[in-house]
């Protein structure tokens, strides 16, 4: 059970985290759940915790994974920086806690021939005759997850009105309350334009069923539907598999990784870094082409 004074002060630093930090509700729900444990282990005494209680409750995490460890780890480190920011603590003891070296996992990667398979069974859908709405919306689904790299939530909710013909970017809030600038490609608005001829004007999303909007599990299915007809092993793609096209490409094209991070929506930078693994040679050839020495005759 977590004691008085370290669940008014883990309140107190949970209202913070999402006033001021503007955390997601399941972030918050992480960190109250990592400092609640990490209370009742030290039975209450959480808050006026030393190096060596830290260490005989981090000794207490061997069998979690790497990636649990870290996570529990950044938990209470953020906590005990905001305890002795707010001076409830005279010393800051997160260092005492582990940080374990993590390999980030690499995203799964569509080539560009795998895309334009995709696009490709697309197009045939397209041309049946009669034609299927169904087939149009298929169509916008993707452009909109190739080519705007947005995220399967953000997809599936977006308001029946969202892309306008004549703007070529939308609007979005995203984790944490967070909003950004997404570019809609021409393409892409021109296929949203042809989908929404077939969605009532009463209706409030652009991708409705039944009385709310296309589910994030029915969209992975007509994804995975998709790629098989293309020829591609469905547990090849997913709309986090297109977004992650989205953005390999595009880096490997040479945009901008400040841009490429304001475009996912990544809070971090380091989350965006992620992408640079996805064509090394690339960036070679970037500092051969356009680095101020690259002209200059070797010594």
Partial sequence: MTHGRDRALIDRFLEMMTAEAGAAANTVAAYRSDLSLASQKLEGGLVDADADALATLAGEWSALSN?????????LRRFFAFLADE?????????????????????RILSHADVDRLFAAIAERAARDPLDPNDLRLSALF??????????????????????PDRPF???RGKGGRERLVPISDRARA???LWRTHVTTDRAWLFPSGKGHLSRIRLYQ????????????????????????FATH???GGADLRALQSMLGHADIATTEIYTHVDSSRLVELV????????MPPR
Wanted: hydrophobic share 45%.
């Fill in 67 to 75: 990636a649990t460890v870290g996570r529990k780890s950044a938990s």
């Fill in 87 to 107: 001076g409830h603590r005279a010393d800051d003891p997160g260092n005492a806690l582990p940080r374990p070296g993590t390999v980030r996992a690499l995203p």
């Fill in 143 to 164: 452009e909109l997850l190739y080519g705007s790299g947005l995220r399967a939530t953000e997809l599936v909710s977006l308001p029946r009105n969202a892309v306008h």
């Fill in 170 to 172: 939308l609007i979005l």
């Fill in 191 to 193: 296929a949203v334009a």
């Fill in 222 to 245: 007509i994804v995975k539907a998709l790629a098989a007809e293309a020829g591609i092993p469905p547990d090849r793609v997913s709309p986090h598999v297109l977004r992650h096209a």
């Fill in 250 to 252: 595009l880096l490997a």
């Fill in 288 to 295: 051969n082409t356009h680095h101020p020495l690259a002209d």
